[in-house]
């Protein structure tokens, strides 16, 4: 019998930022956001029959560190990014199969505009889009919006629930054979295939109809990645798949059972529900090539950067930090300051234990290895990630695969995936041969 396929996007959100730009085999001759770099991505990728391109998103530059934004802006730390849409809709005109997955946030965006952005892309690319979700936590992101506070974690996933029904019903207003485009008698639309949504709820009023014919896929291939219960609930809720953190296996397989039974609650088949599970990643001929990248990577990783990074990451400014401290010291005071612990400081007291003591060093050291993903990054061979990846895969019920990243050098780790990962995967009954479908959608499903 055959073996379940893994389905793999690549993650190149953070590619020209901090360090990265400037490593060995980095675009020679581009910088961001030169789109011969995106379009050059989009062609090494499809060469690789990935499933899709994916980039998150954030809408303002870290300004924790230091209380300012400086070191931000000087080293590339989440910045500068673009809004996606201009650049998938140029990515897709040099491909015709891989897919491209935008993020957005519910927090702030409007459900219509969204909803009709979303359907404007599909169109483009025929068939070809994602939207991943995220409810947002930074306040150099909302300062743009017009709020002085967010509102909590769990009336931000609420809204992230009611958003998606909008969306829904603004897709499904406007029925597939509502177009006519009749020559004869020059009839452009069927007004009784047009309806209403008129959306009455807690965030939003919305009279409908959309006011653009349906798209390839009538909806985009919806994700998200919340990892808490209630962010995995608003997963079952209305994901085609979900995304899972940068977690050890074990961890993994926890959540995948979490998601199992968040999904029969709302009466879904966890069998048709993958997790794309983030996987930092470098491949190469040798394992101390592999490796070798990651430790330059680290070397060029500035000091500054990692601080802004950290900061950012956790809401708490660790310019602030002593000379020396004990990491349960360092977790009360990050949540009397209602920052968030969770992340990088949970991992770092989960390993360490919150009674060691570190000093201003030491944190910045373990730092960087976050920064970086010097820890959780498959760096090796493409036969051992290929075991790596297997065994994960088949731990967390053989559906879903990976959304593969946080690249020391792009576009050289793309190529290592398409030209090293890929056909050691295909060798093993693991990875298409070739895109058998026209959507998205329908090649997620491929299994
Ligand atoms: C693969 C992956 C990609 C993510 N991308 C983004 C992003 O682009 N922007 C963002 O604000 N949050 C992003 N997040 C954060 C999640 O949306 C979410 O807030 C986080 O996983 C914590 O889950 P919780 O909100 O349920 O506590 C991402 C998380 C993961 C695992």
């Not at 919006?145 to 009611?162: K, S």
């Not at 939003?204 to 219960?229: E, H, M, W």
């Not at 953190?245 to 039974?261: W, Y």
């Not at 879903?400 to 990243?405: E, P, R, S, V």
């Amino acid at each position: 019998m055959p073996k379940p396929l893994m389905h793999l996007g690549f993650d190149f959100s953070y590619s020209h930022m901090a360090g990265r730009w400037l490593m060995p085999g980095a675009w020679p001759g581009h910088v961001f956001p030169d789109i011969e770099m995106f379009e050059e991505m989009a062609r090494i990728a499809e060469r690789g029959l990935l499933d899709m391109l994916f980039s998150g998103d954030g809408t303002g530059v870290p300004d924790t560190w230091r209380g300012g934004r400086d070191a931000a802006v000087e080293w590339g730390v989440n910045w500068p990014r673009q809004d996606l849409n201009p650049i998938a809709v140029a990515m897709s005109r040099v491909t015709k199969h891989i897919g491209f997955g935008l993020t957005y946030s519910s927090t702030f965006m409007h459900p219509y505009y969204t909803a009709r952005l979303m359907n404007s892309l599909d169109h483009i690319t025929k068939g070809r889009i994602a939207m991943n979700l995220v409810t947002s936590t930074r306040r150099s992101d909302y300062a743009n919006f017009g709020m002085n506070d967010l509102m909590d974690h769990g009336q931000r996933y609420d809204r992230m629930e009611e958003f998606v029904d909008v969306c829904r019903k603004l897709w499904d207003s406007v029925e597939p054979a509502a177009m006519v485009w009749d020559r004869a008698t020059g009839r452009v639309g069927d007004p009784a295939r047009v309806h209403d949504v008129h959306h009455r709820g807690t965030h939003f009023r919305v009279d409908g109809p959309l006011n653009t014919p349906p798209s390839p896929q009538g909806r985009p291939v919806l994700i998200q990645a919340g990892g808490s219960p209630r962010g995995i609930r608003a997963s079952a809720y209305f994901v085609d798949h979900a995304f899972g953190g940068d977690m050890p296996l074990a961890s993994q397989v926890r959540q995948r059972k979490a998601f199992d039974e968040a999904l029969l609650a709302q009466g879904r088949d966890p069998s048709k529900v993958g997790i794309l599970w983030q996987t930092p990643i470098v491949v190469a001929q040798t394992e101390r090539e592999a490796v070798g990248r990651l430790d330059q990577l680290a070397a060029a990783y500035p000091d500054e950067a990692v601080g802004a990074y950290l900061s950012y990451n956790c809401g708490y400014d660790f310019s602030t930090l002593p000379q020396s401290f004990t990491i349960g010291e360092l977790h009360a005071d990050i949540i009397a300051s209602q920052a968030s612990p969770m992340g990088f400081l949970h991992d770092l007291s989960v390993r360490l234990g919150p009674e060691s003591t570190l000093t201003r060093s030491d944190f910045f050291e373990h730092g960087r290895r976050d920064a970086v993903n010097y820890d959780t990054t498959l760096a090796g061979t493409p036969s051992q990630i290929a075991d790596r990846l297997e065994e994960a895969f088949e731990a967390t019920g053989s559906r879903g695969g990976f959304m593969l990243g946080h690249a020391a050098s792009m576009p050289l780790d793309l190529i290592g995936i398409a030209d090293l990962l890929v056909p050691e995967l295909q060798r093993r009954g693991r990875f298409r041969t070739e895109y058998r479908f026209r959507t998205l959608r329908e090649n997620l499903a491929d299994s």
